[in-house]
């Protein structure tokens, strides 16, 4: 068996099981397309999406059958993982990430396809625009890298004598590359040094902290996408954490693996809000007349044991200031 039969004969596995008398009837069938390894029990953001569906009345197992495929952040294979979903015959795909909706957008331009939460779906060429996606994609997005000045200057009050930080971030996700561009502009601005850390694969990953932690930033700063610094979330805050470095990231999920603290979108609130266009896509609606939603909510979550651990002195104006305290 070869690596992508084997991929594929894992993913199988992926296909939520229902008994023989709830296959016989036809009920609505939701593929999940995944890049990252699927966790169990759901993470806080697949569960946002199940209780959305849940407050539309759809219930897996019950009236609604969710065929789950992940790529195992096998990103040559997403493809394959895609076109083995679509033989399913789903009603509608749903996306997480930039990478699994770009595949799901090269497979197919008829069953619909909706975005859980990725970034400016514009500029990586996923719809047309926001107000019209005219295509088979629609859902909700958020823009992190506008808020990438922000988060250097959360750090320059955190962390006292902030002049240099070491920036990483995934080179294959368009998001990513797009919020790494504004933070080398913001910190220019800011005058703090950067060292880029560019990612091709996971592979890389190992060296590039090696290297990071020769060089002793005062900061790390992690661009957000939800293929490899979602996989590697944990390792990544350990690190941190293990060698006194702040982490600040745009997404809240590093913070709560450890990280120091991030400005971010409530991607659980989007994921919950992508509920709506799954049902209203099963009502009939065509993804097309369906204008896609950005994030309103943007959190500052600060992880006070790291905080601790790194012997920050943590001004009460800023905990006052967070929408979120991990403790």
């Avoid at 939701?30 to 699927?38: A, D, K, R």
């Avoid at 996923?126 to 107000?131: D, F, N, P």
């Avoid at 002049?163 to 919020?179: G, I």
């Avoid at 090696?210 to 490899?228: D, H, M, N």
């Amino acid at each position: 068996m070869n690596r992508r039969d084997a991929v594929i004969a894992f993913l199988a596995l992926g296909v939520l099981p229902l008994g023989a008398g709830a296959r016989s009837r036809r009920m609505a069938r939701i593929g999940y397309l995944l890049l990252i390894p699927l966790s169990d029990p759901p993470s806080r953001e697949r569960q946002a999406f199940l209780d959305g569906l849940r407050e539309f009345g759809y219930v897996a197992g019950t009236n609604l059958e969710i065929v789950y495929r992940s790529a195992q952040n096998a990103e040559d294979f997403i493809d394959d993982v895609c076109q083995d979903l679509l033989a399913q015959k789903v009603d509608v795909i749903v996306t997480s990430g930039a990478i699994s909706t770009l595949a799901a957008k090269k497979a197919t331009r008829s069953v619909p396809v909706v975005m859980l939460a990725v970034g400016d779906p514009v500029g990586i060429g996923a719809v047309r625009s926001l107000a019209r996606p005219e295509g088979n994609v629609t859902g909700v997005s958020f823009l992190s890298s506008e808020l990438a000045p922000k988060r250097l200057q959360l750090i320059k009050e955190l962390v006292p004598g902030a002049t240099r930080v070491a920036v990483l971030w995934d080179s294959r996700n368009a998001n990513a590359v797009a919020e790494v561009h504004a933070t080398l502009a913001a910190a220019k601005r800011l005058a703090m040094q950067t060292d880029a850390y560019p990612l091709a694969s996971d592979s890389e990953l190992q060296r590039a902290l090696q290297k990071i932690q020769a060089s002793r930033p005062s900061a790390l700063y992690v661009a957000f996408e939800g293929g490899l610094v979602a996989g590697n979330r944990t390792s990544i805050a350990e690190f941190g954490l293990r060698n006194r470095i702040p982490l600040v990231c745009g997404w809240s999920a590093l913070t709560e693996a450890g990280g120091l603290l991030s400005y971010a979108p409530d991607i659980p609130a989007l994921f919950r809000r992508a509920a709506s266009y799954v049902d209203r896509i099963l009502k009939g609606a065509k993804p097309s007349e369906l204008p896609i939603e950005q994030a309103s909510l943007v959190e500052l979550v600060l992880n006070l044991k790291t905080a601790k651990a790194l012997e920050l002195k943590i001004p009460q104006s800023f905990l006052l200031r967070a929408d979120r305290v991990i403790e």
